[in-house]
């Protein structure tokens, strides 16, 4: 054990450590002694294997009988360097490291290791690297026996085994079963070019040659001029002809050469120019004397040189993926005025939901979790497991979903964001609940758009990554909230809770609402026909099995069946919903309410049958989705059962009532409709029993939750500070005060703060900032007729404009870097703003 060329089997490990050789200070008898019991280790491991190898790493330092320091340091008794052990169990020993998401993606063997000594890694890849050939290949020794048997000059006898590998070619057995098998011998995309987007203070550039500095000094002594153009300076002088072109199409389609390629068909009218190439596209040029199918070439302004464009698009390479995207879609004629000037930080995050209602423990349902018909478990594929892409709202809608929260919502969600920015690792859960229409699923979209614009802003988050995954019980629920149902994102199968969207007409049982549907559909006057299920039978069985079973298929219940019934009455112009989650992403969910406009039929092609059947059918959904053409399990909509009515709401109800009709169906039937002048009731209405303590553990929860478990927010607000003798002063970065100025006018927080100090507002002098009860005490605006990351405020209530006086105030500028600071004295108290652009000493 452990005398293999790479040390296998490997020793376990809890988890990973990196391990030093025993220093000179050990005793020599003490390395002794580890040595010798790591000689004990590697003959016991093996024995221990055979009997136990699926044991953990504690119970395997008990059969050896040594404790974690022992094996420790008996381990670091045959290092000569440090060593990474990474943890692994006894029965991974002979396991190779390994990355998960690499190992996908290459598709082959990989041994990688961690480098814990530069110098050791350099040394290995150049050994490797620089390695000799151990073995002889078979055309070599032919030719040295030859020459070994003949008595020849030496010049010949080279000369020989020059001609011997000029005449032939050696060729790997692997390269010939590559060729026979007519795989490629390596997978590599086209070509790329890499545009530093560094800033121009860290890039690195090329000088010029030293002829063009010999020339540069005989004119200017002085000049600092010996940076070599690059792409970046390409781009600025492109001609008039390519004005709209931005840099990563002109970097991927264009060829920059110093001299004129060829003397002609030098472009000078402005011709439009074809960009939509794709990139494996390929233009088509004949090797022919037709001037038409030479090369245009284009002249860069001011003499910098010439552009040709390119057969095919490159790939363009950036510092990283956040600036690749600023950049590659820019268009600009001036970095320092256009790009590097602009602030590149993010908006401020904000954005919650509509009005909450207190909820009252005397209307609470006794049972959140109605019942539910009960549905077998079907394997899930892989379609029901995509989730949606995060939706960005553009940021007119953001700031109209921010303007349009109340007070609380306002600060549930400053709350939670805070949670999120200054404790990122720690869980917390919160509980929202209220009737129907008072704002939930408009809250939770309001976080997910906060979080998310805060997320997919940091510097470890991948444009692929999932940061939020907001999840409903129900489909209808689900495409609430923008999210995908608890089934589709935890792959646990599919669900037919939720079977209605906009329906006016409840019922307790099946049978009549079976009744109800069947009658609607006997006096409609529109086209109607049946559509029959066609079952098949699959696997080799007898005929008379085959009979049975489609027999017994067809007496199947719905909840059996996924909703999917043998016969269904199609009838033009009438209400159906969708009645299985298929492909929640699309939009089209469980509940998902339609309309049937047309119905396409087709022969069934059977032996002397020719009976016509519909094939197709077109439905109208109420909301606007891009749908993929598939198949949608239908059912009528006219009436549905009580318990399907959960998650979703209505504008008018019918509610038929019944005996056996409990206290939490009543409230689930009757709180499904936005107003009391929408409900109607048919039936003697029976007052349920009220819900106690005693009897209902929901109840017991909710008076738990309210009078223990209330939300407390991680944030104090200023509208909440109740002692009047404490000043409230509030700083923020507003990021251009022209954009905002609606929005904090009006903001609960920012009305009731004593100093409101703004930076970064991006104001120019004519702009009028006007705060009921504030005055403004001190203004700095954007120097440049462009706006500018510039600027600063600072607003003071009017009550205390006599007791307020600017103690010194200071705005230093140099080129794009600015810092502003600005000192008061109110009451004996000194306030101070500080601030300092991002890139300013």
């Known amino acids: 054990m452990y005398k293999n060329l790479f040390n296998y089997p490997l020793p376990p490990m809890r988890d990973r450590k990196i391990l030093l050789p025993l220093s000179n200070d050990v005793d020599e008898q003490e390395k002794l002694k580890a040595r010798k019991l790591w000689s004990e280790i590697k003959e016991q491991t093996e024995v221990i294997a055979k009997n136990h190898e699926d044991c953990s790493f504690d119970e395997y330092l008990a059969y050896l009988n040594v404790d974690e320091q022992s094996y420790f340091q008996a381990l670091r008794s045959k290092l000569k360097r440090p060593t990474v052990f990474l943890g692994r169990n006894l029965n991974e020993r002979r396991v190779n490291a390994y990355n998960r998401e690499m190992l996908i993606l290459w598709e082959a063997h990989m041994d990688i290791q961690l480098v814990v000594s530069p110098y050791g890694c350099v040394k290995y890849i150049v050994s490797y690297v620089s390695k000799s050939q151990k073995g002889m290949s078979k055309l070599l020794k032919e030719v040295a026996d030859k020459v070994a048997k003949g008595d020849e000059p030496t010049i010949k006898k080279l000369r020989k085994i020059v001609n011997a590998f000029l005449n032939n ?24 070019i890499y545009i530093n987007s560094c800033p121009p203070d860290q890039r690195v550039f090329l000088k010029k040659g030293k002829k063009e500095l010999e020339k540069i000094c005989e004119m200017d002594p002085n000049s600092t001029d010996i940076q070599e153009t690059g792409m970046i300076e390409h781009y600025i002088e492109r001609p008039d002809i390519l004005e709209s072109t931005c840099l990563a199409d002109f970097a991927a389609l264009y060829k920059y050469s110093k001299t004129h390629p060829h003397k002609k068909n030098v472009s000078t009218d402005e011709t439009e120019i074809d960009l939509e190439i794709n990139d494996d596209e390929i ?52 970095i320092e005025v256009d790009l590097l000037e602009e602030d590149e930080e993010n908006e401020e995050e904000s954005t919650v939901a509509p009005q909450f209602k207190i909820l009252d423990l005397n209307e609470t349902p006794s049972d959140f979790q109605l019942e539910i018909p009960h549905t077998e478990k079907i394997i899930t594929t892989a379609e029901s497991m995509r989730f949606p892409l995060p939706n960005i709202l553009p940021e007119s809608e953001f700031l109209s979903l921010i303007k349009s929260l109340n007070k609380k919502q306002r600060k549930c969600l400053l709350s939670l964001t805070n949670l999120v920015k200054t404790n990122p690792s720690e869980p917390f859960y919160h509980f929202l609940s209220g009737g129907a229409g008072v704002g939930k699923s408009t809250l939770i979209n309001a976080i997910k758009q906060v979080l998310e614009r805060f997320w997919i802003h940091q510097p470890s988050n991948k444009p692929e990554d999932i940061n939020i995954l907001a999840v409903a019980p129900t489909g209808k629920a689900a495409i609430g909230i923008n999210g995908t149902t608890i089934d589709s994102a935890f792959g646990f199968g599919f669900n037919v809770k939720d079977k209605l969207h906009k329906v006016t007409t409840l019922y307790y049982c099946n049978a009549d609402v079976d009744a109800f549907n069947n009658l609607f559909l006997a006096v409609s006057p529109n086209e109607k026909i049946v559509s029959r299920a066609l079952d098949s039978c699959s696997g080799t069985k007898s005929r008379a ?16 069946t996924q909703n999917m019934q043998y016969l269904l009455k199609l009838c033009v112009e009438t209400k159906y919903i969708v009645s299985h989650n298929i492909a929640v992403p699309d939009g089209i969910s469980n509940g998902s309410p339609c309309i049937l406009k047309k119905v ?95 009897n209902d553990p929901s109840l017991r929860e909710m008076t738990r939750m309210r009078n223990e478990a209330q939300l407390q927010f991680s944030l104090i607000f200023p509208e909440d500070v109740k002692n009047k003798d404490n000043m409230v002063v509030l700083f923020h970065n507003v990021r251009s005060l022209n954009l905002h100025f609606e929005n904090i006018s009006c903001y609960p927080t920012f009305i009731a703060s004593d100093i409101i100090m703004l930076a970064e507002t991006w104001s120019k002098p004519e702009d ?3 705060i009921n009860n504030f005055t403004i005490i001190f203004r700095t605006d954007c120097k440049s007729p462009k706006r500018k990351a510039f600027g600063t405020l600072v607003y003071v209530k009017n009550y205390l404009l006599p007791h307020v006086k600017i103690l010194f105030q200071n705005e230093s500028i140099s080129g794009t870097n600015h810092f502003t600071v600005v000192a008061l004295i109110i009451f004996n108290k000194t306030v101070m703003m500080v601030y300092k652009s991002p890139k300013a000493e």
Not at 178 to 185: S, T
Not at 547 to 560: F, I
């Open 768 to 770: 009028k900032y006007d």
């Open 600 to 694: 396409i039929y087709g022969q069934l092609c059977e032996k002397n049958s020719r009976e016509r059947i519909p094939i197709r059918a077109y439905v109208q959904f109420e909301k606007d989705s891009t749908v993929s053409p598939s198949m949608r399990i239908l059912t009528y909509s006219n009436a549905q059962t009580i318990h399907c009515s959960q998650s979703c709401t209505y504008d008018n109800i019918l509610v038929f009532l019944n005996k056996t009709l409990s206290r939490k169906l009543l409230y689930t039937a009757c709180s499904r409709v936005t107003s009391l002048t929408g409900l109607y009731i048919s039936g003697i209405y029976k007052k349920p029993v009220k819900a106690t303590l005693e």
């Open 283 to 334: 233009i088509a040029e004949k090797n022919c004397d037709d001037e038409s199918n030479k090369k245009v070439v284009y002249e860069l302004k001011n003499n910098s040189g010439f552009l040709t464009k390119r057969n095919k698009r490159l790939v363009i390479q950036f510092r990283n993926y956040k600036e690749g995207e600023l950049w590659k879609l820019s268009v600009f004629d001036n």
């Open 545 to 560: 099995t085959i009979t049975y079973m489609l027999s017994q298929a067809q007496k199947l219940q719905h909840k059996k």
């Open 169 to 192: 070619c050696e060729i790997s057995a692997q390269e010939i079963a590559l060729h026979v098998l007519g795989i490629p011998m390596s997978k590599s995309s086209i070509g790329t």
